[in-house]
């Protein structure tokens, strides 16, 4: 079995535009052999498994699918013969009529995959009969068949009343239509009152004519001619919507184009409405069937060998709307022969049968594609940044219902409140989802991306989003963030050394130094310093997002890496003061706000950098205390116990101005 994919060609349609060529369709090569002609007829049985009739060069065949997806089949000999039609009865069982030795033949099977016994019945006519058969099955399984009589040149019909082989009982109908040479390109469906409704070509006057019999036997009928302008109804399909309203696909030589009409009720006689689709040469085949909607969905193929799909996105076929796209075949060496019936399952699922061939190596064969016309739809558009957003710009995550293609900024809009110069930036993904980088501009306020457009986005299959706009996505509240820097009060900061080794008290202070010190002395007693910044400046309301402060080496004593070999630094942050304004010595052990670390960050510059976000409620943003936020630095060991002194300075706020610690706050104001 194998597994077909095309590349899509490059083809101008009247009124409407082919799709790219797609990569959704499931196309399998089921027969590789003995398939000259192409002739084919699908249908699916009530598990929806398709069930397809073909010609070979020996005769007529049935190809029963055992699953949804034909990835099994029973593929059987009927009976010599061409032109073969099919239906089902209620239990599955076939029953298929086909042209041999001049005569219409009729051939039905006990089993559904006609594994069994296969029963077979020339219908005797003095004239030569059936060249093309149109069959439907009434209720009880009885044939209904409408057929050309080559002799005559004319459309006929019977029904087989009681028997479903047509060997035996009363067998109605006759002439339909005697004009000369009708009958050709015949197409039947059954009404909800089970009366045949049949399309056919009058090859005299180059027409397309429809009728509608209002009994069983069709002795009573409406005979229209629906179309008459060119050389046109050839190559006719029939189908009916759910009000028996039919809908016809038929040949326009004249205007190289396959045709569609669409009736404005049971008998065509008004509010018919035509559509015209472009046909390089005219159609070789042309098949029509409807969604569970009553929208149509037609195959063609045009007079090289290019099958196409139309799908239609309403009842009437809107020009504006609808999808033509190429399913197989292409210009140099591979064409789609024969008919080209198509079947829609529950799921409005297209199932096509058709012939092959390839020149090179030659190949012939018959294929099945079950075509994807499922359009796809925005599912959702959500944030994938922090909420509420301080950056400069955020992500949002769209998603589709498929894998699209052809996803650009001209499809999207941002609707923004308080913000100014939000623009999108770029757009990455693929498949089924894309994330949208957006910049959010200056300014507080809120921001939500849309698709305002969806023109141009199409799943691999060539469907269009059927949603002209999505904006019900989720919306970023943005902030605008600010910076302020605090520098340590000189007067309020400075080293403190402990009493003695262990005591945890603090017995030696000097707030006068330029530099702080951290460590231990040749004693074992540990060193701390108390930064002090006046915070008071920040908006009362400031919402702070990230505290950092920084400190500046001013040397090492003792040799090695004090921060690597004390464990790195800890940070105790104070709302207010340790004990007071001024440097005490009860801030070496008084109680903290809370406390960061440890923390070994590197040297850039000679500056360290430690992140105390973590802290930022003891932020003072008030002038209550003081207005004061004090940090205490000291090591996480208190001493590393070698009788030596091991202590890392770092400027203080004696220091000049642009070495002294400074601790930065980033805030928004809501």
Same mark, same amino acid.
């Given at each position: 079995m194998k597994k077909w994919t095309f590349a899509a060609l490059a083809f101008l349609l009247l009124i409407v535009t082919v799709s790219p060529a797609i990569a959704a369709d499931n196309t399998q090569s089921l027969v590789n052999s003995n398939f000259p002609n192409g002739e084919a007829f699908i249908k699916l049985d009530s598990g929806g498994n398709p069930v397809i009739a073909f010609g070979d060069t020996v005769g007529v065949r049935l190809l029963t699918c055992l699953d949804a997806q034909c990835n099994n089949f029973n593929n059987r000999a009927i009976a010599l013969g061409h032109y073969p039609s099919l239906d089902l009865n209620s239990s599955n069982l076939p029953t298929i009529t086909y042209y041999s030795s001049s005569h219409i033949n009729i051939a039905t099977c006990d089993t559904p995959d006609c594994t069994g016994t296969i029963?077979?019945?020339?219908?005797?006519s003095p004239r030569d009969d059936g060249k093309y058969t149109a069959l439907a099955l009434d209720s009880n399984g009885n044939p209904m068949i409408a057929y050309y009589s080559v002799t005559d040149s004319s459309l006929r019909y019977l029904y087989c009343v009681s028997s479903v082989t047509c060997s035996s009982g009363l067998q109605l109908g006759g002439e339909l239509d005697n004009s000369a040479a009708v009958g050709e390109y015949v197409s039947m469906k059954l009404n909800s009152s089970g009366f045949p409704v049949i399309s056919y070509f009058d090859a005299s006057a180059n027409d397309l004519k429809l009728i509608v019999c209002t009994d069983v036997q069709c002795n009573t009928k409406v005979v229209v001619t629906l179309d008459s302008a060119g050389n046109v109804g050839s190559f006719t399909s029939l189908a009916l919507d759910s009000n028996d309203h039919p809908v016809i696909s038929y040949n326009d030589i004249s205007n190289e184009a396959m045709k569609v009409v669409i009736c404005g009720d049971a008998v065509c006689s008004s509010g018919n409405t @035509?559509? &015209?689709?472009?046909?390089?040469?005219?159609?070789? %085949? #042309? @098949?029509? &069937?409807?969604?569970?909607?009553?929208?149509?969905? %037609? #195959?063609?193929?045009?007079?090289?060998?290019?099958?196409?799909?139309?799908?239609?996105?309403?009842?009437?076929?809107?020009?504006?709307?609808?999808i033509v796209r190429p399913v197989f075949g292409n210009v140099t060496d591979t064409t789609a022969i024969g008919n080209a019936p198509v079947a829609i399952n529950a799921n409005n699922v297209p199932y096509l049968a058709y012939g092959y061939t390839i020149a090179d190596p030659f190949e012939q064969g018959l294929n099945l594609t079950i075509a994807d016309i499922i359009p796809p739809t925005v599912i959702s558009i959500t944030r994938k940044s922090p909420n509420p957003s301080l950056g400069s710009s955020v992500d949002f995550l769209v998603k589709f219902s498929e894998p699209v293609s052809s996803v650009s900024s001209v499809n999207f809009s941002l609707t923004a409140t308080g913000?100014?110069?939000?623009?999108?930036?770029s757009i990455s993904g693929s498949g089924s989802t894309r994330t949208v980088t957006v910049n959010t501009g200056s300014g507080n306020g809120t921001l939500r991306l849309d698709i305002s457009s969806t023109s141009g986005i199409d799943d691999y299959a060539g469907n269009p989003i059927p949603q002209a706009s999505f904006t019900s996505g989720q919306t970023y509240t943005?902030?605008?963030?600010?910076?302020?820097?605090?520098k340590s009060i000189g007067a309020q900061d400075g080293w403190i050394l402990e009493s003695t080794e262990n005591s945890g008290n603090g017995g030696t202070m000097n707030t006068t130094d330029t530099v702080l010190l951290l460590g231990d002395n040749a004693q074992k007693k540990q060193y701390r310093s108390i930064l002090s910044f006046n915070t008071s400046a920040l908006p009362d309301n400031a919402v702070i997002v990230k505290v950092t402060l920084q400190v500046k080496s001013a040397g090492v004593v003792g040799g090695g890496d004090p921060i690597s070999m004390f464990g790195g630094f800890r940070a105790d942050v104070k709302k207010g003061t340790f004990d007071a304004a001024a440097l005490q010595l009860t801030d070496f052990n008084a109680a903290p706000g809370l406390t960061v670390g440890p923390i070994s960050p590197m040297a850039?510059?000679?500056?360290?950098?430690?992140?105390?976000?973590?802290?930022?409620?003891?932020?003072?943003?008030?002038?209550?205390?003081?207005?004061?936020?004090?940090?205490?630095?000291?090591?996480?060991?208190?001493?590393?116990?070698?009788?030596?002194a091991n202590y890392l300075k770092l400027s203080s706020g004696n220091a000049g101005a642009a070495s002294r610690p400074k601790l930065i706050v980033e805030y928004y104001v809501p």
């Amino acid at each position: 079995m194998k597994k077909w994919t095309f590349a899509a060609l490059a083809f101008l349609l009247l009124i409407v535009t082919v799709s790219p060529a797609i990569a959704a369709d499931n196309t399998q090569s089921l027969v590789n052999s003995n398939f000259p002609n192409g002739e084919a007829f699908i249908k699916l049985d009530s598990g929806g498994n398709p069930v397809i009739a073909f010609g070979d060069t020996v005769g007529v065949r049935l190809l029963t699918c055992l699953d949804a997806q034909c990835n099994n089949f029973n593929n059987r000999a009927i009976a010599l013969g061409h032109y073969p039609s099919l239906d089902l009865n209620s239990s599955n069982l076939p029953t298929i009529t086909y042209y041999s030795s001049s005569h219409i033949n009729i051939a039905t099977c006990d089993t559904p995959d006609c594994t069994g016994t296969i029963t077979t019945h020339q219908i005797s006519s003095p004239r030569d009969d059936g060249k093309y058969t149109a069959l439907a099955l009434d209720s009880n399984g009885n044939p209904m068949i409408a057929y050309y009589s080559v002799t005559d040149s004319s459309l006929r019909y019977l029904y087989c009343v009681s028997s479903v082989t047509c060997s035996s009982g009363l067998q109605l109908g006759g002439e339909l239509d005697n004009s000369a040479a009708v009958g050709e390109y015949v197409s039947m469906k059954l009404n909800s009152s089970g009366f045949p409704v049949i399309s056919y070509f009058d090859a005299s006057a180059n027409d397309l004519k429809l009728i509608v019999c209002t009994d069983v036997q069709c002795n009573t009928k409406v005979v229209v001619t629906l179309d008459s302008a060119g050389n046109v109804g050839s190559f006719t399909s029939l189908a009916l919507d759910s009000n028996d309203h039919p809908v016809i696909s038929y040949n326009d030589i004249s205007n190289e184009a396959m045709k569609v009409v669409i009736c404005g009720d049971a008998v065509c006689s008004s509010g018919n409405t @035509s559509r &015209s689709f472009y046909a390089l040469g005219g159609i070789t %085949a #042309s @098949s029509v &069937s409807l969604t569970n909607q009553d929208f149509p969905v %037609a #195959s063609f193929v045009d007079s090289i060998g290019r099958m196409y799909l139309l799908t239609c996105v309403d009842i009437l076929c809107d020009p504006n709307a609808l999808i033509v796209r190429p399913v197989f075949g292409n210009v140099t060496d591979t064409t789609a022969i024969g008919n080209a019936p198509v079947a829609i399952n529950a799921n409005n699922v297209p199932y096509l049968a058709y012939g092959y061939t390839i020149a090179d190596p030659f190949e012939q064969g018959l294929n099945l594609t079950i075509a994807d016309i499922i359009p796809p739809t925005v599912i959702s558009i959500t944030r994938k940044s922090p909420n509420p957003s301080l950056g400069s710009s955020v992500d949002f995550l769209v998603k589709f219902s498929e894998p699209v293609s052809s996803v650009s900024s001209v499809n999207f809009s941002l609707t923004a409140t308080g913000l100014t110069g939000t623009s999108i930036g770029s757009i990455s993904g693929s498949g089924s989802t894309r994330t949208v980088t957006v910049n959010t501009g200056s300014g507080n306020g809120t921001l939500r991306l849309d698709i305002s457009s969806t023109s141009g986005i199409d799943d691999y299959a060539g469907n269009p989003i059927p949603q002209a706009s999505f904006t019900s996505g989720q919306t970023y509240t943005v902030y605008e963030t600010k910076s302020t820097t605090f520098k340590s009060i000189g007067a309020q900061d400075g080293w403190i050394l402990e009493s003695t080794e262990n005591s945890g008290n603090g017995g030696t202070m000097n707030t006068t130094d330029t530099v702080l010190l951290l460590g231990d002395n040749a004693q074992k007693k540990q060193y701390r310093s108390i930064l002090s910044f006046n915070t008071s400046a920040l908006p009362d309301n400031a919402v702070i997002v990230k505290v950092t402060l920084q400190v500046k080496s001013a040397g090492v004593v003792g040799g090695g890496d004090p921060i690597s070999m004390f464990g790195g630094f800890r940070a105790d942050v104070k709302k207010g003061t340790f004990d007071a304004a001024a440097l005490q010595l009860t801030d070496f052990n008084a109680a903290p706000g809370l406390t960061v670390g440890p923390i070994s960050p590197m040297a850039v510059g000679a500056w360290y950098e430690l992140l105390l976000t973590t802290a930022k409620a003891q932020i003072n943003k008030l002038a209550t205390l003081s207005g004061l936020t004090q940090i205490r630095l000291r090591f996480n060991l208190d001493d590393n116990n070698n009788v030596v002194a091991n202590y890392l300075k770092l400027s203080s706020g004696n220091a000049g101005a642009a070495s002294r610690p400074k601790l930065i706050v980033e805030y928004y104001v809501p």
